[in-house]
């Protein structure tokens, strides 16, 4: 286990999904090979995310207010323009793709549970429609 007195750097970083869909393993894994294993479901590996890009909003401040050129780091996410999505022939599970503007194509195996709260986080980040 890493102490708050160790200076210890991140090595590597796995993730992991659970069988069912309802939970991800992390494993932080430093230069000594101490690792930090833990188990989140969709809340908590949400709230972690969002609070990576919290951090790497302030470092991008900080980094701005000390006149320093911003870099561009590619995010690995991907503007998608179009998705198709389908009840598994073979189990409960929902099939589909997501593909982005340069062509890119990324399949997605889920259980129900997992696409109604992605849908959900989903309809609670957009903007509130205006009424007619």
């Not at 230069?31 to 995310?49: G, K, L, M, N």
Request: hydrophobic share 40%; proline share 2%.
């Amino acid at each position: 286990m890493i102490t708050a007195d160790d200076n210890g750097t991140l090595e590597k970083f796995h993730l992991g999904l659970s069988a069912d869909g309802q939970s991800c393993l992390m494993i932080f894994l430093d230069e000594e090979r101490r690792t930090i294993r833990y188990t989140a479901d969709f809340a908590q590996f949400s709230a972690f995310i969002a609070s990576l890009n919290r951090a790497a909003a302030e470092i991008a401040r900080r980094r701005s207010a000390f006149g320093e050129e911003e870099e561009s780091v590619p995010s690995g996410a991907m503007n998608v323009t179009f998705a198709e999505f389908q009840l598994s022939h073979d189990d409960d599970y929902i099939e589909g793709a997501l593909i982005g503007e340069s062509g890119e194509i990324v399949g997605i195996r889920m259980h129900p549970d997992v696409a109604c709260q992605i849908t959900r986080a989903m309809l609670m980040t957009a903007p509130a429609a205006s009424s007619c």
